[in-house]
């Protein structure tokens, strides 16, 4: 089945700054990679997700690009803002199969 | 218009007793999920709905877990002789048709087993 790691778990950055999480997938059929943003005591909000026959898609401070070749995606925001504290998760499923898999969650500070 | 809503929002039990735990999707979504949330960690799949029929249970961790969604709307998640190692938050989701619509969660029940 698929498996999905995330990296870094943990991540500080100044406000202003850019962050950016790393996810690997295992299964070349996967198709569909969205990104989640959980703050804490709160449910998963998708902020952003890509498919497989695209490789960048931005939106506003935020971006993702997939590389399926190596079988990663990445989550980047630029200027970031306290509001943008959270635990971040990224997901993949596989064509076909109708669940997500997670990673393990990043969790972000952004540092006054 | 409304979001998805699970009831009740905390749960505390007994070892070895019956829970049963409600999702209530967003109006006109034909697929349904449950997960569950261990501190610290992803959701982890249990459950997916397609209409009334669990399209895959593959996710279910042993048959102390059973789902049900008699009309294609709300969703009861049932487990039976809890154990403290069930203690999770129990999330559920809905999309509109496919796993690869947005899914939007619910705010989850919190399940303590003592």
């Known amino acids: 089945g698929e498996n999905v790691e995330q990296h870094p778990s943990t991540l500080s950055v100044q406000e202003g700054d850019s962050a950016v999480i790393k996810c690997t997938y295992s299964?070349?059929?996967?198709?569909?990679f969205p990104w989640y943003k959980q703050e804490l005591g709160k449910r998963p909000q998708l902020i952003i997700d890509?498919?497989?026959?695209?490789g960048e898609k931005k939106d506003q401070r935020i971006a993702v690009t997939l590389n399926k070749t190596a079988k990663h995606f990445s989550l980047h925001i630029t200027e970031t803002q306290p509001e943008d504290s959270a635990v971040y998760f990224c997901?993949?499923?596989?064509?076909?199969?109708?669940?997500?898999?997670f990673g393990q969650g990043t969790r972000l500070t952004i540092n006054p | 218009g409304a979001g998805v809503s699970q009831t009740p929002s905390n749960k505390v039990t007994e070892k070895g007793k019956y829970v049963e735990l409600r999702c209530d999707p967003i109006?006109?979504?034909?697929?349904l999920y449950w997960y569950r949330q261990s501190l610290g960690q992803g959701p982890e799949f249990l459950i997916y709905?397609?209409?009334?029929?669990?399209?895959?249970d593959s996710g279910l961790p042993n048959d102390r877990f059973f789902a049900v969604r008699p009309e294609g709307s709300v969703s009861t998640l049932k487990i039976q002789r809890t154990e403290r190692g069930d203690s999770a938050v129990y999330l559920c989701?809905?999309?509109?048709?496919?796993?690869?619509?947005?899914?939007?969660f619910g705010p989850g029940t919190r399940l303590t087993v003592l």
């Open positions: 109006s006109g979504h034909t697929a």
């Open positions: 709905f397609q209409g009334t029929g669990a399209a895959d």
């Open positions: 997901a993949a499923i596989i064509q076909g199969a109708q669940k997500l898999v």
């Open positions: 299964d070349s059929a996967s198709n569909y």
């Open positions: 890509i498919r497989s026959n695209v």
């Open positions: 989701a809905s999309s509109l048709q496919a796993a690869t619509d947005t899914q939007y």
